[in-house]
């Protein structure tokens, strides 16, 4: 089946700083949506991003399908950016297959 | 509300009791999962609906886990005789259509917290 393999798995900031988490994956794309878990372990929608790059204000995502990876930017980082970062892949019946996830804490 | 709606938030349960979880999804939105989150881990898939239509419970661990959605909206997902390795997070997900190439994120629910003593 699919899988999917996000670095790194543990991740920690001074307030500020600038980030990049990677997802690997190991079949063609059809769907990839990058989510934030907080820390109430709500899943918040960033980006759906099977190709290309998209941008929302401090965060944007890349996604190579020819390449099977996907680049999450988190720029000037804020406390309130920990939590949980998934990547998540489509398959062929419709479900997501998430990665393990990047824990994220960024320090004041 | 606009997004997933899931009942209870928690829900703590003695083991060999049976319990039903609750998603009310975005309105008009035709497919809809269940994911199982244990702590510490991604979430993983369990079912899926389109419509009333329970296309696919691969990822169902038991025969105990039973889904449903009969009139194409609310579903709920049962738990018979729970055991402790159930204790988990639940997540529900609905999108509005299962076409590919769309823009069709799924969108999730806060989830329930499920304990078994």
């Known amino acids: 089946g699919i899988q999917v393999e996000q670095s790194p798995p543990d991740l920690i900031l001074q307030e500020g700083a600038n980030s990049t988490l990677r997802c690997n994956f190991s079949d063609s794309v059809n769907n990839l949506q990058w989510f934030h878990q907080n820390p109430w372990g709500q899943l918040i929608n960033l980006f759906y991003?099977?190709?290309g790059t998209k941008q929302n204000g401090r965060l944007s995502a890349t996604t190579v399908a020819t390449e099977r990876y996907s680049l999450l930017y988190i720029s000037s980082s804020q406390t309130t950016d920990s939590g949980v970062y998934f990547c998540?892949?489509?398959?062929?019946?419709?479900?997501?297959?998430f990665g393990g996830g990047t824990r994220l804490m960024v320090k004041p | 509300g606009a997004g997933v709606s899931q009942s209870p938030r928690y829900k703590v349960a003695k083991r060999g009791q049976d319990v039903a979880l609750r998603c009310d999804p975005i309105?008009?939105?035709?497919?809809l999962f269940w994911y199982q989150q244990a702590l510490g881990q991604g979430p993983e898939f369990l079912t899926y609906?389109?419509?009333?239509?329970?296309?696919?419970k691969s990822g169902l661990p038991s025969d105990r886990f039973f889904a449903e959605r009969p009139e194409g909206s609310v579903s709920t997902l049962k738990i018979q005789r729970t055991q402790q390795e159930d204790s988990a997070v639940y997540l529900c997900a609905s999108s509005l259509a299962p076409h590919r190439g769309l823009d069709q994120p799924q969108h999730f629910g806060d989830g329930t917290r499920l304990s078994i003593l």
């Open positions: 609906f389109q419509n009333e239509a329970q296309l696919d």
């Open positions: 998540a892949e489509e398959g062929a019946g419709n479900m997501l297959t």
């Open positions: 309105s008009g939105h035709v497919s």
């Open positions: 991003i099977p190709s």
